[in-house]
């Protein structure tokens, strides 16, 4: 396994994991981003954005944030 695989690998059980959260948790949707200076270096988008419209959730979905210093993974 290259070190490439092993990176693609992790951010995918990253996004299970999240994915697991989200659902057990009842939440409805939520976006995982890894950026640097230049921009989006990866994303994920999960679930709905919007229940009665049924929107997805996108890379470009606004959210409120709470508390960015409270990071529970």
């Known amino acids: 396994m290259t070190r490439l695989d092993a990176v693609e690998q992790t951010l995918q059980q990253l996004r299970l994991e999240v994915l697991r959260r ?40 606004l959210f409120g944030l709470q508390s960015l210093s409270l990071i529970h993974i």
């Open 22 to 61: 989200v659902r057990s948790e009842g939440i409805p949707g939520a976006a995982l981003v890894i950026a640097d200076r230049e921009g989006i270096a990866w994303g994920a988008a999960l679930g709905e954005a919007d229940s009665e419209s049924k929107a997805r959730v996108t890379l470009d979905t």
